[in-house]
Structures are given as structure tokens and as C-alpha cells.
């Protein structure tokens, strides 16, 4: 069973930046494919990133490309996703999600198929 922790959500102004970080219990980084997802209230929860296994490939959705960075450290069994030049309309829930699949294409699997969940961090953006 793996277990992961994010922290680093909080409250910020409209054009700063905020990394939130996953840590995952077991090192099992390198076994793992890593994704970021976030959900606002009444609406259902929506990809955001992904990182590969190998931490070859990302994967960004429209609503965050060009913003977001997702990156990944081994050593520290964590994956870290940068947000920069940040909305109102980021303001949400993020989730960490992984799920063991050793394929670079898994990059654009579906929430549905993720395995472990994190309990999620809040961030508020203010205009």
C-alpha cells in the first residue's frame, strides 16, 4: 500500500507561485506514475498533471500549460508540481495520485484508473 502526503497549499495573490509536494511512503518512485488533479466544489474533480515513471514525459492540461510545472526527485520519494502566474480560478483542491504503470503513454490515463490518493491540500487564489 502506498500512501501520499501533500503539502504546500495555502492562500496567495493572483501572480504568484505556490509548489506543492507528494511524498509517498514507500520508495517506490521509479515504479510509479504520478499525476496531479484538483476539484472545486459542486464540480468533479479534473486532471491538471502528469509525470511519467520513467519522469521522461509530463502531460499538462490546457487550463495550466505554460503554467504548471510537474517534476519528480527520487531521493526524496516525492513529486513536486510548480505553479506559477496563478488565477482565481485555480483556487481549489489539489490531489497527488499514482498508480504503478510502466508505460510512458500512461501520462494520459483517466482519474478513474489511479490508484492511490492523497487527501488533498487547498489552495486559494485572490484577485
Known amino acids: 500500500q502506498v500512501q501520499l502526503v501533500e503539502s504546500g497549499g495555502g492562500s496567495v495573490q493572483a501572480g504568484a507561485s505556490l509548489t506543492l509536494s507528494c511524498k509517498a511512503s514507500?520508495?517506490?518512485?521509479?515504479?510509479?506514475?504520478w499525476g496531479w488533479f484538483r476539484q472545486t466544489p459542486g464540480h468533479e474533480r479534473e486532471f491538471v498533471a502528469s509525470?511519467?515513471?520513467?519522469?521522461?514525459?509530463?502531460h499538462f492540461s490546457d487550463a495550466v500549460k505554460g503554467r504548471f510545472y510537474i517534476s519528480g526527485d527520487r531521493a526524496a520519494n516525492a513529486v513536486y508540481l510548480q505553479m506559477n502566474s496563478l488565477k482565481p480560478e485555480d483556487t481549489a483542491v489539489y490531489y497527488c495520485?499514482?498508480?504503478?504503470?510502466?508505460?510512458?503513454?500512461?501520462?494520459?490515463?483517466?482519474?478513474?484508473?489511479?490508484?492511490?490518493w492523497g487527501q488533498g491540500t487547498q489552495v486559494t487564489v485572490s484577485s
Open positions: 495520485a499514482a498508480d504503478p504503470c510502466y508505460s510512458d503513454e500512461c501520462i494520459t490515463r483517466p482519474e478513474s484508473e489511479y490508484k492511490y
Open positions: 514507500v520508495r517506490a518512485f521509479s515504479s510509479l506514475q
Open positions: 509525470l511519467s515513471w520513467s519522469g521522461e514525459r509530463t
